[in-house]
């Protein structure tokens, strides 16, 4: 594998440069094919491999990508084993309504995680809340008062969640967290698990302007290097970049710092990397991320590795599919 990714570099590096930095059709095509077809065979192999989240994240990369066949089916088999085992269900009714053939069989799944997260006695609300902001779902219309004391609740993780999820509920709500997360995230507020919270549902929810951008882009680089955090301030100054930033210096140091996170032995490090190049990265971070698909830096846990190859192939689909590559 390790000598089937150097090959795939070295065409792509080679055809840059035979081409003047322009790959021709044939070229795209080829090396497209190429990844594809690999790609795509790795999140099958993960998806049948693996367990609970990492079987999750390979699921949603293949119904995300275009490649649904057998993911509906292996979930309800998944459904039918831990349908009642608290946490992974939630994980799993998220692929079954993005798996659903139609609104109604996808409403079925939504409404289970609707009921999972107002039942305040349950021991995986913040699992649905984080779920229903992740489907773009606002509980506030059905469930007011339990969704306005989920906002302040002193479970600072539901509270954000459901906060997140409200944003959905209309376009002033949409505005109205962008400006609170936004807020939140440059106060520096909350505990290490908060912020980077706080940095992924900003990531998420975007529409920074320029000067908003400059604020986090300087925080990022002032804090990366010290900060635990430090990834998530990357990651999000990275993919909320407005267009005219791309080509600054601030938006080209930060790209060099996230890449740094390419061999972080943790798991969460590099995956947070991958993600966001997957949403703003180009052919030219091919190399970065086919060295990960191809594990040539493994972690300590084969599901970590699973979980980061699965990533990675994601966001291989995703820039090779974008109509600029």
Same mark, same amino acid.
């Given at each position: 594998m390790?000598?089937?990714?150097l &090959?795939?570099?070295?065409?792509?590096?080679?055809s840059? $440069?035979m081409?003047?930095?322009? +790959? &021709?059709?044939d070229a795209q095509?080829?090396?497209s094919?190429?990844?594809?077809?690999?790609?795509?065979k790795?999140?099958r !192999?993960?998806?049948?491999?693996?367990?609970?989240?990492v079987k999750v994240?390979?699921?949603e990369?293949?119904?995300?990508?275009?490649?649904?066949?057998?993911?509906?089916?292996?979930?309800?088999?998944?459904?039918k084993?831990?349908?009642k085992?608290?946490r992974?269900?939630?994980?799993?009714?998220?692929?079954?309504?993005q798996?659903?053939?139609?609104l !109604?069989?996808?409403?079925?799944?939504?409404?289970?995680?609707l009921q999972?997260?107002?039942?305040?006695? =349950?021991?995986?609300?913040?699992?649905?809340a984080?779920?229903l902001?992740?489907?773009s779902?606002?509980?506030?219309?059905?469930a007011?008062?339990?969704?306005a004391r989920s906002?302040?609740?002193s479970?600072?993780?539901?509270a954000?969640?459901t906060?997140?999820?409200v944003s959905f509920?209309s376009?002033?709500?949409l505005?109205?967290?962008?400006r609170? $997360?936004?807020? +939140?995230l440059?106060?520096?507020? =909350?505990?290490?698990?908060e912020?980077?919270?706080?940095?992924?549902?900003v990531r998420n929810?975007?529409?920074?302007?320029v000067s908003?951008?400059?604020?986090?882009?300087?925080?990022?680089l002032?804090?990366?290097?010290?900060?635990?955090?430090?990834?998530?301030?990357?990651?999000?100054?990275?993919v909320?970049?407005p267009?005219s930033?791309i080509?600054?210096n601030s $938006?080209q140091?930060?790209?060099?710092? +996230?890449?740094?996170?390419?061999?972080?032995? !943790?798991?969460s490090?590099r995956?947070e990397?991958?993600?966001?190049l997957s949403?703003k =990265?180009?052919?030219?971070?091919l190399?970065? +991320?086919?060295?990960?698909l191809?594990?040539e830096?493994?972690?300590?846990?084969?599901a970590?590795?699973?979980?980061?190859k699965?990533?990675?192939?994601?966001a291989i689909l995703?820039?090779?599919?974008?109509k600029?590559?």
């Open positions: 390790k000598y089937l990714s &090959n795939i570099q070295f065409f792509i590096a080679f840059f $440069f081409t003047g930095g322009n +790959l &021709n059709a095509s080829l090396i094919d190429k990844l594809e077809g690999k790609c795509v790795i999140l !192999d993960v998806l049948e491999t693996q367990s609970e989240w994240h390979a699921a990369y293949l119904l995300w990508a275009g490649y649904p066949q057998g993911v509906r089916q292996t979930f309800q088999n998944e459904e084993q831990f349908g085992e608290p992974y269900r939630i994980g799993i009714w998220r692929v079954l309504a798996a659903a053939n139609n !109604d069989d996808k409403k079925v799944w939504t409404d289970k995680i999972a997260f107002l039942d305040t006695n =349950g021991i995986d609300r913040i699992h649905a984080e779920t902001a992740k489907l779902i606002s509980p506030l219309q059905k007011p008062v339990i969704t906002i302040t609740s479970d600072k993780n539901l954000l969640y906060r997140w999820s509920y376009a002033d709500s505005k109205a967290a962008q609170y $997360f936004f807020d +939140l440059m106060s520096g507020a =909350g505990d290490l698990s912020r980077k919270l706080v940095a992924f549902v929810l975007g529409g920074l302007t908003e951008w400059n604020k986090l882009s300087r925080k990022a002032t804090q990366a290097a010290g900060s635990e955090a430090g990834i998530y301030l990357l990651s999000t100054s990275f909320t970049a267009e930033c080509k600054s $938006f140091q930060i790209k060099r710092k +996230l890449l740094k996170y390419q061999n972080s032995p !943790d798991k490090d995956i990397m991958i993600t966001a949403e =990265g180009t052919k030219n971070d190399p970065v +991320l086919i060295s990960l191809d594990n830096n493994p972690l300590g846990n084969g970590d590795n699973a979980d980061v699965a990533s990675a192939a994601n995703k820039i090779t599919k974008r600029y590559y």
